[in-house]
T-cell receptor
């Protein structure tokens, strides 16, 4: 069956360090993958999209990689700050390109 | 003003009641979605609409119905609410072009069914 997993439910890191979040999927062949940020009580906010023919994408302190062989995406936040504390969701374009399927999310806490 | 709005933001109701959640958008997008979010399960798709005349069931449509009244409005109804429909509900629009594919979410409606 199709499945999307994110490495852990929660991740705590020290301010200034690099946070690395993982998204693994099985039985999908996504054309692209997205990452969203969600703050408590709010809707997800789009961060980055990476296509299957792109190995890496960057936006300011964010970096996303996409390995279609490993069926995995890594999401990095460099020089993390307490303001980066949130839940991060990955999403894949599902079969037939009609809808997105979301992972369960990883709650990141950046400790001062 | 927010691009995607949802009303109400919070609702407490009783088992068996009919509930309508409303979503409006000013982004001019044709595609609109309804999701529910439960702890540990992520976002799951209930219904989606590619335009006013095109409505489709998602992964978990049982117990729900929708109405696309206009390009800007997409409502979700629970015909007879039950406690396991207690969740956070999100409406979203989607912008898809050659350069981007992005969903824009509303602030959510927290629904509690007693």
């Amino acid at each position: 069956s199709q499945k999307i997993e994110q490495n852990s439910e929660a991740l705590n890191i020290q301010e200034g360090k690099t946070a690395t979040l993982t998204c693994n999927y099985t039985n999908y062949s996504p054309a692209y993958l997205q990452w969203y940020r969600q703050d408590p009580g709010r809707g997800p906010v789009f961060l980055l999209l990476i296509r299957e023919n792109e190995k890496e994408k960057r936006k300011e302190r964010l970096k996303v990689t996409f390995d279609t062989t490993l069926k995995q995406s890594l999401f990095h936040i460099t020089a993390s700050q307490p303001a980066d504390s949130a839940t991060y969701l990955c999403a894949l374009l599902g079969a037939y390109g009609q809808n997105f399927v979301f992972g369960p999310g990883t709650r990141l806490s950046v400790l001062p | 003003d927010a691009d995607v709005t949802q009303t109400p933001r919070n609702r407490i109701t009783k088992t068996g009641k009919r509930i309508m959640l409303e979503c409006s958008q000013t982004k001019g997008h044709d595609r609109m979605y309804w999701y529910r979010q439960d702890p540990g399960l992520g976002l799951r798709l209930i219904y989606y609409s590619f335009d006013v005349k095109d409505i489709n069931k998602g992964e978990i449509s049982d117990g729900y119905s929708v109405s696309r009244q206009a390009q800007a409005k997409f409502s979700l109804s629970l015909e007879s609410a039950i406690p396991n429909q207690t969740a956070l509900y999100f409406c979203a629009t989607r912008e898809s072009s050659g350069a981007t594919d992005t969903q824009y979410f509303g602030p959510g409606t927290r629904l509690t069914v007693l």
